[in-house]
């Protein structure tokens, strides 16, 4: 289980830069109420400025991948040499999502103090909310299960199907998996924010407010998976491959 705790360690490393810069820039938008380009741009002089804290949130931003992809790993040691039998994937699913969850909360509510964002803060003065949480869960659930379970389905598929390496068919998976999932979790993801920021309008508002920002808000979330899940369970594969 070294290997697979190794792999996690050294995936994490490489894509938490990326994501702890991203996220940054996510708040300094909100903040400033300026674009996420404009905003990414100015983060980054910020940072190099050194008028930003940069690796308190980097720490933080490794501590949620590192635990993800060692709780990811780990658990498909244990289902592949048979220590745990019976609903492998299930075991995989749910132990690895509810890590993941917890990382995030818990990375969520730093940044928060680290960049005194309102919004964010509002967010967890309101986090009793069941159905936001609910849907929070099915969220990560669904990005968790892309990236280590249908992903090896896929792999398995591609091999047989299209003759083609092992390797070739893990880029392949690793690269369009989890982007297409955020097709099918942007709405759970907008509808889980709005039970948490606006409890007080109907669900037909709601809808609506989906429809209208759907395709913002979904392409954001691709560009987000693609360093966290997409070149990182890539790489995480790799890794694992060698030793």
């Known amino acids: 289980m070294y290997n697979e705790i190794k792999s996690a360690l050294i995936s994490s490393a490489c894509i938490s830069p990326i994501m702890t810069i991203i996220d940054m820039s996510v708040i300094q938008s909100q903040i400033k109420h300026i674009s996420f380009a404009k905003s990414l741009i100015t983060t980054q002089k910020n940072i190099f400025n050194r008028t930003l804290p940069f690796f308190r949130p980097l720490y933080t931003m490794n501590f949620v991948y590192s635990s993800t992809y060692i709780t990811a790993n780990c658990s498909n ?53 069941f159905n936001s949480y609910s849907l929070f869960a099915i969220r990560d659930m669904m990005t968790i299960s892309s990236a280590f379970i249908f992903k090896q389905d896929m792999n398995k598929y591609l091999e047989k199907k299209y003759k083609i390496s092992h390797r070739k068919a893990d880029f392949i998976s690793s690269m369009t998996l989890p982007i297409v999932t955020q097709c099918f979790s942007t709405s759970i993801h907008i509808l889980s924010i709005d039970y948490l920021q606006k409890p007080e309008i109907t669900f037909k508002e709601r809808i609506q407010h989906i429809k209208n920002i759907y395709w913002s808000v979904c392409i954001g979330r691709m560009i987000r998976v693609i360093p966290a899940f997409c070149m990182g369970g890539f790489l995480n594969d790799l890794l694992l491959q060698k030793n």
Do not use: M
Not at 102 to 116: M, V
């Open 77 to 129: 040691y244990l289902v592949k040499n048979k220590y745990i039998e019976k609903n492998g994937k299930y075991f995989v699913l749910f132990s690895t999502s509810l890590v993941n969850i917890a990382s995030i909360a818990y990375k969520d509510i730093q940044y928060s103090k680290y960049f005194h964002n309102p919004n964010q803060q509002n967010i967890h003065l309101r986090s009793n909310h």
